[in-house]
T-cell receptor, first 111, second 114 residues
């Protein structure tokens, strides 16, 4: 089965600081997805990476998939309180219908 | 469209009681997913329906859990009998086909079994 390990588990940063969240897979990733969840709400899709070396950005959030396609990082530049929440990576299995989520990273941004 | 609608938002029940969680997917979506979220295990896929048919229920923890989708606009997740370890937030999501990249999630049902 696919295993996705996220680090760190939780993060507290001062507003304006940059931060990085990592997602490491035990197997080759065929599609890596990043989601954000606010407490008590559903998941919000952020972006999806498929190709080794691919990098995508949305506003101040950038995600990369390494060349070997077993690790992805999510980088937030100049963090704001609105970035607070739980960040989840997710991966599609090459075959079958199963979809796996990472362990999650809880982000707190202090104004 | 109002999005994926789950009910109830919160449920507190006594151990041994039957619990039914409800989900109304987005109209036109033909895939529906039930997830469970706990602090210990994160987000887990329990079961996935496509065109009202259960496709993969390998994530269902045990026989106490059952899910149905009698029509395209309604699904239930039932726990009977409930146990304290079932306490979690249960999410329902729907998508067009099984494109989970654009799955839309409900607000979740927070279940507490005492």
């Amino acid at each position: 089965s696919q295993e996705l390990e996220q680090s760190p588990q939780s993060l507290i940063v001062q507003e304006g600081k940059n931060l990085t969240i990592n997602c490491t897979s035990s197997k080759t990733l065929y599609g890596l997805y990043w989601y954000k969840q606010k407490y008590g709400e559903g998941l919000i899709f952020l972006m999806m990476l498929q190709k080794g070396g691919e990098e995508k950005s949305h506003e101040k959030i950038t995600a990369k998939l390494d060349e070997k396609k077993q690790q992805s990082s999510l980088h937030i530049t100049a963090s704001q309180p609105s970035h607070a929440g739980i960040y989840l990576c997710g991966a599609d299995q090459a075959t079958g219908n199963q979809f796996y989520f990472g362990t999650g990273t809880s982000l707190t941004v202090i104004p | 469209d109002a999005g994926v609608i789950q009910s109830p938002r919160h449920e507190v029940t006594e151990m041994g009681q039957e619990v039914t969680l409800r989900c109304k997917p987005i109209s036109g979506h033909n895939s529906l997913f039930w997830y469970r979220q706990t602090m210990m295990r994160g987000l887990e896929l329990l079961i996935y329906f496509n065109n009202n048919v259960p496709i993969d229920d390998s994530g269902m923890p045990e026989d106490r859990f059952s899910a149905k989708m009698p029509n395209a606009s309604f699904s239930t997740l039932k726990i009977q009998p409930s146990e304290p370890r079932d306490s979690a937030v249960y999410f329902c999501a729907s998508s067009f086909d099984r494109a989970t990249t654009e799955a839309f999630f409900g607000q979740g049902t927070r279940l507490t079994v005492v």
